[in-house]
């Protein structure tokens, strides 16, 4: 395995890549907070990935399967700060912090938040799935980050969820609501 990723350091090398900033461990995974992450590429993931997609299912079908890939992780996502023991209204700061710091997701600043009125509004400030979107010629969207704020709430909240996005300013507001 050492061999081979010499020999990928060395072609990575003789097109113009660093390799000297790898952020992956001797076996090539990433490993933060004891978990195995992947990164993606702002052109790649998540507007490209619609598209292609969409020209089989169709693009809403495909937006859909974003938000609700989104929704599930964010379900997990709650599920694990809650088992370890974290009070559910510091949950979503907590995604917003390691959002912010570790995911490249772009950095979420949440607005407002009550658990009880079933209420969350999040303003994300270089959101990757809007940038992707703009990079590939379309409008700026946001499918998966609204689901894994939708999916996170509905746990914290024990209740169904619908979120929206809008975006103004350079920046995309994500509203979720408890129905």
């Known amino acids: 395995m050492n061999e081979l990723k010499k020999q990928y350091e060395m072609l990575l090398k003789q097109i113009g890549i660093d390799t000297t900033n790898k952020i992956t461990n001797e076996e090539g995974k990433i490993i933060l907070f004891n978990k195995r992450w992947i990164l993606m590429d702002v052109e790649a993931f998540p507007d490209y990935m619609i598209k292609s997609t969409g020209n089989i299912m169709g693009e809403r079908m495909a937006q859909e399967f974003v ?24 949950i ?48 700026p969207t946001n ?20 979120a929206i996005a809008e975006f103004k300013g350079g920046f995309s507001v994500i509203s979720v609501d408890k129905r």
């Open 67 to 90: 938000y609700w890939f989104g929704y599930s992780y964010g379900e997990k996502v709650a599920e694990r700060y809650i088992k370890l023991g974290a009070q559910k209204e510091v």
């Open 143 to 162: 499918n998966f980050m609204r689901g894994v704020l939708a999916g996170a709430f509905s746990k914290l909240t024990g209740s169904k969820t619908h």
């Open 92 to 139: 979503p700061s907590i995604v917003a912090a390691k959002t912010a710091l570790f995911t490249g997701w772009g950095i979420p600043e949440i607005l407002e938040l009550s658990l009880e009125r079933g209420k969350l509004l999040v303003k994300i400030y270089n959101d990757f799935e809007s940038e992707s979107a703009v990079l590939n010629g379309s409008k």
